[in-house]
């Protein structure tokens, strides 16, 4: 089975995607995510506002650490995304998102520093 292409290669149509889907709260952090973050002490808010880029917080496509795999949710395999960056506390965060038909789980969160 041949890899779909991504859903954009394009860094600014990605994050535009991205804000949408929280905008219209069409995301959802995976069970793994939501335990990740407890352990590693970040909150859903400085995931959701480092993903949308927010004032005080800095945001980049890693896409070399793109992978395609199937999500916890299902066997069929899809693009996850890395994006990462920087609170106003300066941790430096990595969150691996994904697309379906209508929302953008979450897949993972952690601290790099």
């Known amino acids: ?3 779909p292409n991504k859903i954009t290669t394009n860094t600014k149509e990605l ?3 991205i804000e949408k889907k929280i905008r219209a709260t069409q995301y959802v952090f995976s069970p793994h995510a939501t335990g990740r973050g407890v352990q590693r002490g970040i909150t ?3 995931v959701i506002d480092m993903l949308c880029g927010r004032e005080g917080y ?3 496509w890693n896409k ?3 992978t395609f795999e199937p999500p916890w949710y299902s066997q ?3 693009w996850r995304y890395c994006i990462e960056g920087t609170t106003p506390d300066k941790d ?3 969150v ?3 697309f379906d038909e209508v929302l953008m789980p979450i897949i993972t969160v952690m601290k790099l520093d």
């Open 1 to 3: 089975m041949a890899r």
């Open 15 to 17: 994050f535009s995607l």
């Open 44 to 46: 859903e808010e400085e």
């Open 58 to 60: 800095s945001r980049h």
């Open 64 to 66: 070399a650490k793109d």
């Open 76 to 78: 069929k395999p899809q």
């Open 92 to 94: 430096e965060l990595r």
């Open 96 to 98: 691996i998102i994904t």
